[in-house]
């Protein structure tokens, strides 16, 4: 789901850390043809949800096309010329489309596919043996099958082609590697201290007003002490992870059932470890 997210603006901070982009590079350094109208958009506003760019999710032409597989490129042209919602800076407003667009800049910035660089540079520095990218065709050991709830009767989950979520949703894992995940990240092995707190800032938009969104992680209040946090669904399947710096404690839960209050049993745990 989208706790994906995450692992995309890490992405991009580990390239910005080799000099291979810049958070202020405007998007048309990668999309030359992407029309906005003047408009700079750069990479920090996809990260920020800020760019002003239409959610694909909410573009009919993409809801006709759940089902079947599609390309990266499919996906931005889906949305690539409509109009903007805002100015870039102006509101914030989630967005898978910026996500999407951030995975394909880290394929022209790195040489790699997103999925091999994202392998390569995370998973396997991380120790995230079990983690995988959701597929249309390959078999992943041990994935359990998505469900939904409808008038308190459990029924298999409606069927959506993983190649959809790009950037934005499509990395299935367990909460051992998880765990290992926030381990490097607080260790440094992935990125340096310096770049991590970055991604916990909160964004100011034109008129300097605060947000609670920094890269890939909300930032919030948990008992007086500072959250970090992110929830995600695909079909079947919701998660939501909250990160508590100051203690050091990562609490994820993941549910193979659509259910809107998966961060209830988080903040229970939460609640029960700080005491």
């Given amino acids: 789901g989208s706790m994906t997210k995450q692992f995309t603006a890490i992405a991009i901070m580990i390239l910005q850390e080799r000099g291979d982009l810049s958070l202020n590079d405007p998007i048309t350094k990668y999309f030359p043809d992407y029309s906005v109208n003047e408009e700079v958009i750069t990479i920090k506003h996809l990260l920020s949800h800020t760019s002003g760019i239409k959610n694909?999710?909410?573009?009919?032409?993409?809801?006709?096309?759940?089902?079947?597989?599609?390309?990266?490129?499919?996906?931005?042209?889906?949305?690539?010329?409509?109009?903007l919602e805002f100015a870039p800076g102006d509101k914030w407003k989630y967005c898978n489309s910026g996500y999407a667009l951030l995975a394909k800049i880290i394929e022209k910035?790195?040489?790699?596919t997103y999925k091999s660089f994202i392998t390569d540079n995370i998973f396997k520095t991380a120790g995230m043996d079990h983690t995988y990218f959701g597929t249309d065709d390959q078999i992943i050991p041990d994935l359990v099958s998505g469900y939904r709830k409808e008038d308190g009767i459990i029924l298999k989950a409606e069927y959506m082609s993983m190649s959809h979520p790009y950037g934005s949703g499509d990395i299935l894992s367990n909460v051992d590697d998880l765990a290992n995940w926030m381990n490097a990240l607080e260790?440094?092995?992935?990125?340096?201290?310096?770049?991590?707190?970055e991604c916990f800032q909160p964004n100011i938009l034109n008129n300097n007003t605060k947000i609670n969104y920094g890269y890939g992680w909300f930032i919030g209040d948990?008992?007086?002490?500072?959250?970090?946090?992110?929830?995600?669904?695909?079909?079947?399947?919701?998660?939501?992870?909250?990160?508590?710096?100051?203690?050091?404690?990562?609490?994820?839960?993941?549910?193979?059932?659509?259910d809107p209050y998966t961060d209830t049993p988080t903040h229970a745990v939460g609640d029960l470890i700080t005491g």
């Fill in 222 to 258: 948990f008992l007086g002490k500072k959250n970090l946090y992110h929830g995600g669904g695909v079909y079947g399947f919701v998660s939501h992870g909250m990160y508590l710096p100051e203690e050091k404690i990562y609490v994820v839960v993941l549910h193979n059932c659509v």
């Fill in 109 to 112: 910035a790195s040489g790699q």
């Fill in 187 to 197: 260790n440094n092995k992935l990125i340096s201290e310096k770049s991590f707190g």
């Fill in 56 to 83: 694909y999710n909410g573009i009919q032409e993409w809801k006709e096309k759940i089902r079947d597989k599609i390309s990266p490129e499919e996906i931005i042209d889906i949305f690539k010329n409509k109009q």
